[in-house]
């Protein structure tokens, strides 16, 4: 019975010093694992955006009624002759009562 009791304690001192040791290691490496999984589904969002972006700018080179629709919607743009009427939206309307 001294015996089995001896051989318990000695592995758990055994376990607690090896925890000791390298129980810091061992969370260090969860952290980096988890970063790493974080940095690898930024970097394929990050592909996927930069895939949009190049068939973007290839629309607006070769499609001319593409680019003209963009350059309508984000900047304004209209035509010699054309009357632009801007709409008030509800959100407006209120900030101005």
Do not use: C
Request: proline share 3%; aromatic share 6%.
């Amino acid at each position: 019975m001294e015996e089995a009791k001896k051989k318990l304690l000695i592995g758990l001192g055994i376990g607690a010093g090896l925890l000791i040791l390298y129980g810091p290691a061992f969370l260090r490496w969860v952290e980096m694992k988890d970063r790493q999984e974080h940095l690898e589904a930024e970097v394929a969002l990050l592909h996927k955006e930069n895939l949009r972006l190049v068939e973007e700018a290839r629309r607006l080179r070769e499609d001319p009624s593409y680019a003209e629709a963009v350059a309508r919607r984000q900047l304004g743009f209209v035509r010699p002759g054309e009357t632009v009427v801007k709409f008030q939206s509800s959100k407006e309307a209120k900030k101005q009562q």
